[in-house]
């Protein structure tokens, strides 16, 4: 949770330019193989009724900066209300008021 909202208040420039680089190799990893290729083009169509080439979705990702990643995690993120859930032996898990507490941070 604290490296969720830490999102909210201090991504830099240099976190989100390392985080491009990785999701463009991930991006281009995941077109190797007929299953992984079938599953891009399906979650395209759905998603934008189309079939996005390359260098627009790599256009798209670059066009996200500090700013943008701090704006959105602000709105979904910060102090907002999370789901919890457990499987198995659950005593050792946080309360949701422990884990709800982490979402925002008291500025002074």
Request: aromatic content about 6%.
């Amino acid at each position: 949770m604290e490296a969720m909202v830490r999102l909210c208040h201090e991504v830099t420039d240099e976190e989100v330019a390392r985080a491009r680089a990785q999701l463009k190799s991930i991006a281009l990893s995941q077109l190797d193989g007929t299953t992984a290729i079938c599953e891009d083009i399906g979650r395209q169509m759905l998603t934008y009724g189309r079939r996005m080439t390359p260098a627009e979705i790599f256009a798209r990702i670059d066009s996200i900066d500090a700013s943008t990643i701090r704006k959105v995690a602000g709105k979904y993120i910060n102090d907002q209300d999370v789901a919890v859930s457990g499987l198995g032996s659950i005593h050792g898990m946080p309360d949701y008021n422990f884990v709800r507490r982490r979402t925002y941070w008291l500025r002074q």
